[in-house]
Protein backbone atom coordinates (compact mmCIF):
# COMPACT_ATOMS: atom_id res chain seq x y z
CA UNK A 1 0.00 0.00 0.00
CA UNK A 2 3.03 2.37 0.94
CA UNK A 3 4.61 1.27 -2.15
CA UNK A 4 1.45 2.16 -4.20
CA UNK A 5 1.33 5.64 -2.64
CA UNK A 6 4.65 6.61 -2.96
CA UNK A 7 4.35 5.64 -6.84
CA UNK A 8 2.03 8.10 -7.35
CA UNK A 9 2.45 11.53 -8.86
CA UNK A 10 3.56 14.30 -6.11
CA UNK A 11 0.54 16.64 -6.66
CA UNK A 12 -1.92 13.69 -6.21
CA UNK A 13 0.10 12.90 -2.94
CA UNK A 14 -0.67 16.15 -1.87
CA UNK A 15 -4.20 16.45 -2.43
CA UNK A 16 -4.57 12.78 -0.94
CA UNK A 17 -2.87 14.50 2.52
CA UNK A 18 -5.27 17.42 2.17
CA UNK A 19 -8.24 15.08 2.06
CA UNK A 20 -7.26 13.42 5.34
CA UNK A 21 -6.39 16.10 6.84
CA UNK A 22 -10.19 17.58 5.90
CA UNK A 23 -11.28 14.68 7.56
CA UNK A 24 -9.86 14.27 10.86
CA UNK A 25 -10.87 17.94 11.43
CA UNK A 26 -14.64 16.59 10.10
CA UNK A 27 -14.86 14.15 12.45
CA UNK A 28 -13.38 16.05 15.08
CA UNK A 29 -16.27 18.93 14.59
CA UNK A 30 -18.80 15.83 14.93
CA UNK A 31 -17.56 14.61 17.92
CA UNK A 32 -17.41 18.33 19.91
CA UNK A 33 -21.46 18.91 18.06
CA UNK A 34 -22.48 15.40 19.45
CA UNK A 35 -20.97 16.30 22.96
CA UNK A 36 -22.53 19.89 22.57
CA UNK A 37 -26.13 18.65 22.24
CA UNK A 38 -25.56 15.60 24.64
CA UNK A 39 -24.47 18.47 27.54
CA UNK A 40 -27.78 20.77 26.21
CA UNK A 41 -30.05 18.15 26.47
CA UNK A 42 -28.94 16.95 29.71
CA UNK A 43 -29.21 20.43 30.92
CA UNK A 44 -32.98 20.54 29.07
CA UNK A 45 -33.70 17.37 31.04
CA UNK A 46 -32.79 19.14 34.28
CA UNK A 47 -34.64 21.88 33.74
CA UNK A 48 -37.67 20.35 32.84
CA UNK A 49 -37.99 18.16 35.50
CA UNK A 50 -41.40 18.14 36.75
CA UNK A 51 -42.09 19.68 40.16
CA UNK A 52 -43.74 16.96 41.58
CA UNK A 53 -40.51 14.94 40.87
CA UNK A 54 -38.43 17.37 42.02
CA UNK A 55 -40.27 17.20 45.33
CA UNK A 56 -39.62 13.71 45.59
CA UNK A 57 -35.71 14.46 44.64
CA UNK A 58 -35.74 17.01 48.20
CA UNK A 59 -37.32 14.59 50.04
CA UNK A 60 -35.37 11.83 49.50
CA UNK A 61 -31.99 14.19 49.96
CA UNK A 62 -33.56 15.43 53.36
CA UNK A 63 -33.94 11.99 54.53
CA UNK A 64 -30.49 11.03 53.86
CA UNK A 65 -29.28 14.40 55.54
CA UNK A 66 -31.32 13.00 58.40
CA UNK A 67 -29.93 9.74 58.59
CA UNK A 68 -26.27 11.11 57.60
CA UNK A 69 -27.08 13.12 60.98
CA UNK A 70 -28.76 10.48 62.98
CA UNK A 71 -26.03 7.82 62.49
CA UNK A 72 -23.71 10.50 63.72
CA UNK A 73 -25.50 11.19 67.26
CA UNK A 74 -25.68 7.36 67.82
CA UNK A 75 -21.89 7.04 67.62
CA UNK A 76 -21.25 10.07 69.73
CA UNK A 77 -23.95 9.17 72.19
CA UNK A 78 -23.24 4.98 72.47
CA UNK A 79 -21.65 5.03 76.07
CA UNK A 80 -24.83 6.49 77.08
CA UNK A 81 -23.03 10.04 78.68
CA UNK A 82 -24.50 12.34 76.33
CA UNK A 83 -27.48 13.93 74.94
CA UNK A 84 -28.41 15.64 72.11
CA UNK A 85 -30.82 17.56 70.05
CA UNK A 86 -31.18 18.99 66.87
CA UNK A 87 -33.72 21.05 64.91
CA UNK A 88 -33.63 23.14 61.80
CA UNK A 89 -35.22 26.54 62.72
CA UNK A 90 -35.21 27.77 58.56
CA UNK A 91 -33.96 30.81 57.14
CA UNK A 92 -33.91 34.06 58.91
CA UNK A 93 -36.78 36.41 57.04
CA UNK A 94 -34.94 38.66 54.88
CA UNK A 95 -31.67 36.88 54.47
CA UNK A 96 -29.09 35.20 51.87
CA UNK A 97 -30.85 31.74 52.39
CA UNK A 98 -34.29 32.50 52.67
CA UNK A 99 -34.06 34.25 49.42
CA UNK A 100 -32.33 31.01 48.21
CA UNK A 101 -34.29 28.47 45.44
CA UNK A 102 -33.25 26.14 47.78
CA UNK A 103 -34.88 27.80 50.67
CA UNK A 104 -37.18 25.00 50.93
CA UNK A 105 -34.97 21.99 51.59
CA UNK A 106 -34.28 23.98 54.86
CA UNK A 107 -37.60 24.65 56.05
CA UNK A 108 -38.53 25.07 59.72
CA UNK A 109 -38.71 21.25 61.26
CA UNK A 110 -37.78 19.08 57.84
CA UNK A 111 -34.22 18.55 59.31
CA UNK A 112 -34.12 17.28 62.80
CA UNK A 113 -32.61 14.55 65.22
CA UNK A 114 -31.57 13.34 68.93
CA UNK A 115 -30.13 10.47 70.76
CA UNK A 116 -31.51 10.39 74.45
CA UNK A 117 -33.59 13.41 74.47
CA UNK A 118 -35.76 12.67 76.93
CA UNK A 119 -33.94 11.38 79.21
CA UNK A 120 -33.59 13.24 82.65
CA UNK A 121 -29.76 14.88 83.36
CA UNK A 122 -28.43 17.22 86.00
CA UNK A 123 -29.64 20.61 83.72
CA UNK A 124 -26.81 22.36 85.87
CA UNK A 125 -27.28 25.97 85.22
CA UNK A 126 -29.16 25.23 81.66
CA UNK A 127 -32.42 25.32 84.20
CA UNK A 128 -31.94 29.15 84.06
CA UNK A 129 -33.86 29.19 81.05
CA UNK A 130 -36.80 28.20 82.53
CA UNK A 131 -36.52 30.95 85.48
CA UNK A 132 -36.15 33.45 82.61
CA UNK A 133 -39.61 32.35 81.38
CA UNK A 134 -41.10 31.78 84.78
CA UNK A 135 -39.90 35.64 85.62
CA UNK A 136 -41.90 36.63 82.44
CA UNK A 137 -44.61 34.54 82.92
CA UNK A 138 -44.99 36.67 86.62
CA UNK A 139 -44.30 39.81 84.84
CA UNK A 140 -47.31 39.34 82.06
CA UNK A 141 -49.57 38.54 84.86
CA UNK A 142 -48.24 41.99 87.16
CA UNK A 143 -46.70 39.63 89.80
CA UNK A 144 -42.91 40.81 89.07
CA UNK A 145 -41.67 44.53 88.72
CA UNK A 146 -37.91 45.14 86.99
CA UNK A 147 -36.14 47.39 89.41
CA UNK A 148 -32.39 47.94 89.14
CA UNK A 149 -31.65 45.10 91.65
CA UNK A 150 -33.29 42.18 89.99
CA UNK A 151 -32.48 43.42 86.22
CA UNK A 152 -28.68 43.32 87.90
CA UNK A 153 -29.33 39.66 88.95
CA UNK A 154 -30.89 38.70 86.10
CA UNK A 155 -28.25 39.94 83.55
CA UNK A 156 -25.69 37.98 85.93
CA UNK A 157 -27.93 35.08 85.83
CA UNK A 158 -27.84 34.63 82.17
CA UNK A 159 -24.00 36.22 81.21
CA UNK A 160 -22.01 35.31 84.13
CA UNK A 161 -23.98 32.41 85.21
CA UNK A 162 -24.84 33.31 88.75
CA UNK A 163 -27.17 31.67 91.12
CA UNK A 164 -27.98 34.55 93.42
CA UNK A 165 -30.83 35.35 91.49
CA UNK A 166 -32.19 32.07 90.82
CA UNK A 167 -31.78 31.06 93.82
CA UNK A 168 -33.17 33.79 95.74
CA UNK A 169 -36.66 33.37 93.27
CA UNK A 170 -36.77 29.79 93.89
CA UNK A 171 -37.03 30.26 97.12
CA UNK A 172 -39.64 32.94 97.31
CA UNK A 173 -41.43 31.01 95.09
CA UNK A 174 -41.14 27.65 96.12
CA UNK A 175 -40.46 24.78 94.02
CA UNK A 176 -43.94 23.63 93.27
CA UNK A 177 -44.78 26.39 91.66
CA UNK A 178 -41.79 26.55 89.55
CA UNK A 179 -42.38 22.50 89.04
CA UNK A 180 -46.46 23.46 88.29
CA UNK A 181 -45.38 26.19 85.55
CA UNK A 182 -42.45 23.89 83.72
CA UNK A 183 -45.18 21.48 83.43
CA UNK A 184 -47.94 23.64 82.09
CA UNK A 185 -45.10 24.75 78.98
CA UNK A 186 -44.91 21.07 78.51
CA UNK A 187 -41.17 20.15 79.28
CA UNK A 188 -39.80 17.83 81.72
CA UNK A 189 -41.14 17.93 85.08
CA UNK A 190 -40.39 17.84 88.05
CA UNK A 191 -37.09 19.78 87.43
CA UNK A 192 -36.79 21.06 90.99
CA UNK A 193 -37.06 18.54 94.19
CA UNK A 194 -35.65 19.84 97.62
CA UNK A 195 -32.23 18.08 98.38
CA UNK A 196 -31.57 17.27 94.97
CA UNK A 197 -29.76 18.20 92.07
CA UNK A 198 -32.19 19.92 89.31
CA UNK A 199 -32.80 18.25 86.10
CA UNK A 200 -34.49 18.24 82.96
CA UNK A 201 -33.78 16.52 79.31
CA UNK A 202 -32.17 18.18 75.93
CA UNK A 203 -35.68 18.08 74.68
CA UNK A 204 -37.04 20.10 77.33
CA UNK A 205 -34.29 23.09 76.77
CA UNK A 206 -34.64 22.79 72.93
CA UNK A 207 -38.21 22.96 73.55
CA UNK A 208 -37.48 26.35 75.53
CA UNK A 209 -35.41 27.65 73.14
CA UNK A 210 -37.97 27.05 70.12
CA UNK A 211 -40.24 28.95 72.01
CA UNK A 212 -37.92 31.64 73.04
CA UNK A 213 -37.38 31.76 69.00
CA UNK A 214 -40.53 31.86 67.85
CA UNK A 215 -41.61 34.10 70.72
CA UNK A 216 -44.21 31.28 72.20
CA UNK A 217 -45.93 30.80 75.31
CA UNK A 218 -44.07 32.74 78.30
CA UNK A 219 -41.37 34.26 75.60
CA UNK A 220 -44.48 36.24 73.76
CA UNK A 221 -43.46 39.43 74.78
CA UNK A 222 -41.01 41.02 71.79
CA UNK A 223 -39.03 43.67 74.11
CA UNK A 224 -38.48 40.46 76.64
CA UNK A 225 -37.29 38.28 73.91
CA UNK A 226 -34.81 40.77 72.83
CA UNK A 227 -33.56 41.17 76.26
CA UNK A 228 -32.71 37.16 76.95
CA UNK A 229 -31.42 36.77 73.45
CA UNK A 230 -28.93 39.29 73.81
CA UNK A 231 -27.60 38.26 77.22
CA UNK A 232 -27.41 34.92 75.60
CA UNK A 233 -25.20 35.99 72.88
CA UNK A 234 -23.13 38.08 75.90
CA UNK A 235 -22.68 35.02 77.67
CA UNK A 236 -19.34 34.57 78.87
CA UNK A 237 -18.66 30.19 78.28
CA UNK A 238 -18.09 30.06 74.36
CA UNK A 239 -15.85 26.60 74.67
CA UNK A 240 -18.79 24.90 73.36
CA UNK A 241 -21.16 25.46 70.71
CA UNK A 242 -20.05 28.78 69.85
CA UNK A 243 -16.42 27.55 69.24
CA UNK A 244 -17.68 24.30 67.63
CA UNK A 245 -19.72 25.96 65.16
CA UNK A 246 -17.04 28.78 64.62
CA UNK A 247 -14.86 25.77 63.06
CA UNK A 248 -17.37 24.47 61.23
CA UNK A 249 -17.88 27.94 59.51
CA UNK A 250 -16.50 31.56 60.58
CA UNK A 251 -18.91 34.28 61.41
CA UNK A 252 -21.59 31.64 62.89
CA UNK A 253 -23.49 33.03 66.08
CA UNK A 254 -24.62 31.49 68.63
CA UNK A 255 -27.29 32.36 71.63
CA UNK A 256 -26.80 29.89 74.26
CA UNK A 257 -27.18 28.98 78.16
CA UNK A 258 -24.55 26.30 79.11
CA UNK A 259 -24.11 24.39 82.85
CA UNK A 260 -21.79 22.86 84.50
CA UNK A 261 -21.50 20.94 87.73
CA UNK A 262 -18.92 18.28 89.02
CA UNK A 263 -18.72 16.07 85.62
CA UNK A 264 -21.85 17.76 83.67
CA UNK A 265 -21.05 20.27 81.06
CA UNK A 266 -24.20 21.36 79.51
CA UNK A 267 -24.66 23.93 76.34
CA UNK A 268 -28.00 24.66 74.77
CA UNK A 269 -28.34 27.40 71.58
CA UNK A 270 -29.91 28.66 69.01
CA UNK A 271 -27.67 28.87 66.22
CA UNK A 272 -27.71 31.27 63.08
CA UNK A 273 -25.13 30.84 60.27
CA UNK A 274 -23.94 33.64 58.38
CA UNK A 275 -26.27 33.23 54.99
CA UNK A 276 -29.44 33.13 57.90
CA UNK A 277 -29.88 29.38 58.05
CA UNK A 278 -30.95 28.92 61.90
CA UNK A 279 -31.04 25.95 64.03
CA UNK A 280 -31.29 24.82 67.53
CA UNK A 281 -28.61 22.69 69.20
CA UNK A 282 -28.48 20.88 72.69
CA UNK A 283 -25.61 18.76 74.18
CA UNK A 284 -25.75 17.35 77.53
CA UNK A 285 -22.84 15.65 78.60
CA UNK A 286 -21.33 14.23 81.71
CA UNK A 287 -18.41 10.86 82.90
CA UNK A 288 -15.20 10.98 80.80
CA UNK A 289 -13.85 12.17 84.11
CA UNK A 290 -14.97 16.00 83.11
CA UNK A 291 -14.19 18.28 85.65
CA UNK A 292 -14.53 22.10 85.86
CA UNK A 293 -14.93 23.09 81.89
CA UNK A 294 -12.84 20.46 80.40
CA UNK A 295 -16.38 18.46 78.85
CA UNK A 296 -16.94 21.44 76.50
CA UNK A 297 -14.16 20.49 74.08
CA UNK A 298 -16.42 17.65 73.17
CA UNK A 299 -19.64 19.66 72.82
CA UNK A 300 -17.25 21.81 70.72
CA UNK A 301 -16.91 18.66 68.03
CA UNK A 302 -20.15 17.70 68.47
CA UNK A 303 -21.38 20.81 67.23
CA UNK A 304 -18.90 20.98 64.50
CA UNK A 305 -19.41 17.80 63.21
CA UNK A 306 -23.53 18.52 63.25
CA UNK A 307 -23.18 21.78 61.62
CA UNK A 308 -20.85 20.54 58.53
CA UNK A 309 -23.40 17.30 58.14
CA UNK A 310 -26.62 19.21 57.76
CA UNK A 311 -25.22 22.81 56.12
CA UNK A 312 -21.46 21.78 54.90
CA UNK A 313 -20.23 22.07 51.01
CA UNK A 314 -20.84 18.71 50.51
CA UNK A 315 -24.70 18.60 51.56
CA UNK A 316 -24.58 22.28 49.85
CA UNK A 317 -23.51 20.77 46.69
CA UNK A 318 -26.14 17.68 46.39
CA UNK A 319 -29.20 20.12 47.39
CA UNK A 320 -27.77 22.96 45.16
CA UNK A 321 -28.24 20.35 42.61
CA UNK A 322 -31.52 19.74 42.90
CA UNK A 323 -32.45 23.26 42.38
CA UNK A 324 -30.82 23.41 38.87
Not at 106 to 124: C, M, Q, R
Not at 209 to 218: E, F
Amino acid sequence: MLKQYQSLPHGIRNRIKVIAVLTVILLIGIGLTHHSLSAHSAEQASQSISPAARARNVRQEQKQTRLRLQRYLNQVTADKTASVYFYNLGAKSGSPAAKSSSADFYKAGSLHASVNAHTPEISASTYKLFMAAFVFHEEKLGNFTWNASNVDGFHRMIVNSDNDFSEDYLDSWGLPTLNQFIAQQGWYNPTFIAGQNSQTTAASLAGALYDLQTGRGAFSNAKDRKLLLTLMHQQLYRTGIPTGVQNAKSGTQVRDKVGFYADTNNDAGIVTLPNGQQYILVVMTHGHQQSGFSGFSRIATIAEHVQRLVYGSSTTKRINALYR
